[in-house]
């Protein structure tokens, strides 16, 4: 069973930057693809990102594109997702996901049903 943790999260003002990481246990996390996802109060758990477990394939939601960037380092078996220009829309607890298919359709990518392993999340607060 693979074990994610997600860091990095914090209260940051509107504009900033800040970088989350995942790290994940095991030693195939080469074999899944990781996606991060995010859920603000009362809302449902929304697509944020994804990338290949090679890393050559990402993903962005619209909201995020131009934004926020996703990474991984196998080495260190971790994912980042770097934002930047944050909004205070993009308050939510963030969750990393992994995926061990090794296809997806574009839209089957933004489905939390596709991810067989979720982290507990860490909350990002962007003030105004």
């Known amino acids: 069973q693979v074990q994610l943790i997600e860091s990095g999260g914090g209260l940051v003002q509107a504009g900033a930057s800040l970088r989350l990481s995942c790290a994940a246990s095991?030693?195939?996390?080469?074999?899944?693809?990781m996606g991060w996802f995010r859920q603000a109060p009362g809302k449902e758990r929304e697509f944020v990102s994804r990338?290949?477990?090679?890393?050559?394939?990402?993903y962005y939601a619209d909201s995020v594109k131009g934004r926020f960037t996703i990474s991984r380092d196998n080495a260190k078996n971790t994912v980042y997702l770097q934002m930047n220009s944050l909004k205070s829309e993009d308050t939510a607890v963030y969750y990393c996901?992994?995926?061990?298919?090794?296809?997806?359709?574009?839209?089957?990518?933004?489905?939390?049903?596709?991810?067989?392993?979720w982290g507990q999340g860490t909350q990002v607060t962007v003030s105004s």
């Open positions: 095991g030693r195939t996390f080469s074999s899944y693809a």
């Open positions: 996901g992994a995926d061990s298919s090794s296809m997806r359709l574009k839209s089957g990518v933004r489905d939390a049903s596709a991810y067989d392993y």
């Open positions: 990338i290949s477990r090679n890393g050559g394939i990402t």
